[in-house]
């Protein structure tokens, strides 16, 4: 079946540095991409929409500043998170829609873990 | 999308089978039923949708109720692997780039025990 690879699956970086998540479609091309971002306890909570080729479209209250978001080719996206700081540590998912999947399914990536220190 | 509602925690013995259970009463007639897993610490494991007919493959079946207003997932039998939190989600198939965001809840619980 369809896999969506994250990588890394852990960091842990220094308050005040960037750190880039990187997303990838290993068997199939994906137009569209999500990031979503998962605090302890919580639900998954939607960040942003990654277009390949455009600009991200950001939901509401996400700073776009913030988080950086390229959808460079058919199969990568990745999410900067710049500047980080300690309330930024969460586990942040990305997706990929199949459009060549009956019903057109999406694939979630494993998790990237960021412990901002 | 449609909205889902979902009791918060189920128990099932190893080897029973799991029966979860998922309102969407505000179902419009183009949305699927998709169901999803997420297992601790580690994201979301696609499991099943439907449009209107029952679905079965290698790990689940999906029944929708024949308004459509409601639908169960069934884990045949279920493992201690099973445990993790499930979430029913209703979505329409039409096209557009935001086409695929996914409205999470905050799904069912399933603790299956030996």
């Known amino acids: 079946g369809a896999v969506v690879s994250q990588h890394p699956s852990r960091v842990i970086c220094k308050s005040g540095t960037s750190v880039k998540i990187e997303c990838r479609s290993l068997?199939?091309?994906?137009?569209?991409m999500f990031w979503y971002r998962q605090f302890p306890k919580q639900s998954l909570m939607l960040m942003a929409t990654?277009?390949?080729?455009?600009?991200?479209?950001?939901e509401q209250g996400v700073e776009k500043d913030k988080f950086l978001i390229n959808h460079a080719s058919l199969t990568l996206s990745t999410l900067t998170v710049t500047s980080a700081h300690p309330e930024d540590s969460s586990f942040y998912i990305c997706?990929?829609?199949?459009?060549?999947?009956?019903?057109?399914?999406?694939?979630f990536g494993e998790g990237s873990w960021l412990t901002v220190v | 999308d449609a909205k889902t509602t979902q009791p918060p925690s189920m128990d099932c013995a190893e080897g029973r089978a799991a029966n979860l259970p998922c309102n969407h009463s505000?179902?419009?007639?183009?949305?699927?039923v998709y169901w999803y897993r997420q297992i601790h610490s580690q994201g979301p494991q696609y499991i099943i949708h439907?449009?209107?007919n029952n679905e079965t493959n290698e790990m689940a079946s999906l029944i929708i109720t024949e308004d459509r207003k409601s639908s169960t997932l069934i884990l045949p039998h279920a493992t201690l692997r099973d445990t993790a939190v499930y979430y029913c989600?209703?979505?329409?198939?039409?096209?557009?780039?935001?086409?695929?965001?996914?409205?999470f809840g905050q799904g069912t619980i399933l603790t299956v025990h030996p």
């Open positions: 997706s990929a829609r199949d459009v060549g999947a009956a019903g057109n399914t999406i694939y």
């Open positions: 505000t179902i419009s007639g183009n949305e699927y």
């Open positions: 439907g449009l209107k």
């Open positions: 989600i209703v979505r329409g198939n039409a096209g557009g780039t935001s086409y695929g965001k996914l409205t």
């Open positions: 068997d199939f091309q994906a137009t569209t």
């Open positions: 990654s277009n390949e080729g455009s600009k991200a479209t950001y």
